[in-house]
């Protein structure tokens, strides 16, 4: 089964509101990783988060772990219709070397 | 310029037939990958190469063979084509990902079996 499971599946909002985007694994990680993929395109890195990190932050992106609940979530603050595409979260395994499992993805749509 | 580029965007193809797709990376990363996504985008990964060295096979049917002739390269050639192989395939690059190091991927290439 799927190391990583995103929830929701899709979210639509309007533009100046938040996104929350939840991704929880199976099992333990060396890292966490968000990605997102306009329709189309390859995966754009966005955010790494350690195993012995518990939130971090770039520009509009915070990202929270909770190694306890194997849980991460992704919020995108004063969304724009930019943002609009798929959010994947990504583990890095201990033991694997380079092997990233990806989660299921959610769609993301803002509305101007 | 591109770092991670593939050639060619857009394969359309009959049951049967062999086919490449090509993977070229100009950022210096010892480590190339090949990944499936389906149409749920469902993104897997097939294929990881270190130094020109096989690393990573995960369970893919023979038919697929990738090849790399440098560490800056990964084909993927692709044997009796079957509907079944129609997806988006991606390749990536990067440095340790166990050492905290993000992959970048490429555009994508969609593959079309008729």
């Known amino acids: 089964s799927q190391q990583g499971e995103e929830d929701p599946q899709a979210l639509s909002i309007q533009e100046g509101e938040n996104a929350t985007m939840n991704c929880s694994y199976k099992t333990s990680i060396n890292n966490l990783q968000w990605y997102r993929q306009n329709s189309g395109r390859g995966l754009v890195h966005l955010i790494l988060i350690r195993s012995n990190e518990r939130e971090k932050h770039s520009g509009r992106l915070r990202v929270t772990l909770d190694t306890s609940k194997k849980s991460s979530s992704l919020l995108i603050t004063a969304s724009r219709a930019a943002d609009t595409a798929s959010y994947f979260c990504?583990?890095?395994?201990?033991?694997?070397?380079?092997?990233?499992?990806f989660g299921t993805g959610t769609r993301l749509q803002v509305f101007p | 310029d591109t770092a991670v580029s593939q050639t060619p965007k857009y394969l359309v193809t009959q049951m049967g037939n062999d086919k490449s797709i090509k993977c070229e990376q100009n950022?210096?990363?010892?480590?190339m990958y090949w990944y499936k996504q389906d149409s749920k985008k469902f993104l897997k990964i097939m294929f990881s190469y270190n130094n020109k060295e096989l690393i990573i096979n995960e369970t893919v049917p023979n038919r697929f063979s990738p090849k790399s002739p440098d560490k800056a390269h990964l084909n993927l050639h692709i044997n009796s084509l079957e509907l079944g192989d129609s997806a988006v395939y991606f390749c990536?690059?990067?440095?340790?990902?166990?050492?905290?190091?993000?992959?970048?991927f490429g555009p994508g290439t969609r593959l079309t079996v008729l």
């Open positions: 950022l210096g990363h010892d480590t």
């Open positions: 990536a690059s990067s440095l340790r990902v166990s050492e905290g190091n993000e992959q970048f």
């Open positions: 990504a583990t890095g395994l201990p033991g694997a070397g380079d092997k990233l499992i």
